[in-house]
């Protein structure tokens, strides 16, 4: 069976933030994925997504054209700088990576 042609890499994040850091960390992390979209032309997609319903729980969705666009941005100051300031504000931390088939758009 052949491998379905990719059409992106993604990663899915997880965390859960320490209720005392939650803003401090909403905060930190918008403007790492707003850096990410602005700086990174590898970077297309980066989602940040709260639980309803337990608010220290924070998904990231992220998709970037290659696994070196993804590792690129791991070196990025703007990451190591998030990535340093934010060990503290997180309980844990859960890394999924994906390669993306398809992808939908909905028109909105």
């Given amino acids: 069976m052949t491998r379905p042609q990719t059409d992106g890499y993604v990663v899915v994040v997880e965390f859960l933030v320490r209720g005392d850091f939650l803003n401090q960390f909403r905060e930190a992390m918008m ?3 707003a850096t990410s979209l602005r ?3 590898g970077c297309s997609v980066f989602d940040v997504c709260q639980d309803s319903e337990q608010h ?3 998904h990231l969705y992220e998709v ?3 696994r070196a666009d ?3 941005h791991l070196k990025s100051a703007h990451f190591l700088s998030f990535n340093e300031a934010s060990q503290p504000w997180v309980l844990e931390k859960k890394v999924q990576t994906f390669e993306r088939i398809a992808a939908a758009s ?3």
């Fill in 70 to 72: 993804f590792d690129f």
């Fill in 56 to 58: 220290e729980r924070i």
């Fill in 64 to 66: 970037y054209g290659s």
């Fill in 31 to 33: 403007e790492n994925a």
């Fill in 106 to 108: 909905g028109g909105h």
């Fill in 39 to 41: 700086d990174e032309p």
